[in-house]
């Protein structure tokens, strides 16, 4: 691993004040890495992601995101914005707009411009992943496996320094599972981001660089 992007430690979760679902996670991660979460259903998987990705808050321990120390008690948009990509299962795209259009959102919420230079890669990535011809059809006209295709491509159309993906292949069949398991693999190796998959699919678990498991409030590594 490179340098670490995120460095959690004791990170504490609690919605009631009664139950912690996370129950003093300690995890790093850093460009290159392809990591992948599994655990039961209720285990506390996307509450971690939604921390890790400043979705969520935690209750208590400390999370540092490329050494600058997360304040539970604020909130952090430009760093979202600009070093963070999601995917999620049920793809989160804007239906009534077009596949382009959808990509391109992660300008309307920063400061970036757009140029002509990202309007090569919109090509390029729209190119990668198969989408060029859809580039003007509204999502709303998309199978599953291509929105998820949309949602890659507008995860990772600003360089992140991290991807979180939470269950990105649960409503896909094997070939667009593929797809994108080798584009986050592509990803991981060019070292361009951390990547951090939950999955219930102990297959596509393997795909990963380190293997981990949500289980009673702790991140134990497999
Ligand atoms: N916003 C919330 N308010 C209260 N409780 C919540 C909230 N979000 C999650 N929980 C609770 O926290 C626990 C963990 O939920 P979480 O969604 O993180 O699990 P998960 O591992 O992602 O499950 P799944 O595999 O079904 O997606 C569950 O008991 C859930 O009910
Ligand atoms: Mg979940």
Avoid: W
């Amino acid at each position: 691993m490179l340098e670490a992007i995120i460095r959690l430690s004791n990170i504490k979760k609690t919605y009631d004040n009664i139950e912690y679902v996370l129950n003093g996670v300690d995890f790093q991660s850093g460009k290159g890495e392809f990591v992948v979460i599994q655990g039961k259903s209720g285990s506390g998987k996307s509450t971690l992601l939604n921390i890790i990705g400043l979705l969520d808050t935690y209750t208590s321990g400390q999370y540092f995101f490329e050494d600058r120390l997360i304040n539970p008690q604020k909130n952090y948009p430009h760093l979202r914005a600009n070093k963070i990509g999601f995917v999620f299962q049920s793809y989160h795209l804007i239906e009534s707009l077009s596949v382009k259009e959808n990509v391109l959102l992660p300008f309307l919420y920063s400061d970036s411009r757009l140029n002509s230079c990202t309007l090569t890669t919109i090509e390029s990535i729209l190119d990668k992943f198969n989408l060029s011809k859809f580039e003007r059809k509204k999502v709303s006209l998309l199978s599953g496996g291509e929105k998820q295709r949309v949602a890659i491509a507008r995860a990772i159309i600003k360089y992140p320094d991290i991807i979180i993906a939470d269950e990105p292949t649960g409503n896909l069949d094997e070939e667009n599972t593929s797809t994108i398991i080798n584009a986050f693999q592509q990803l991981a190796r060019a070292g361009n981001a951390a990547i951090i998959m939950v999955t219930h699919n102990s297959q596509i678990a393997d795909c990963g660089t380190s293997k981990y498991l949500l289980s009673e409030g702790k991140l134990i590594r497999c």
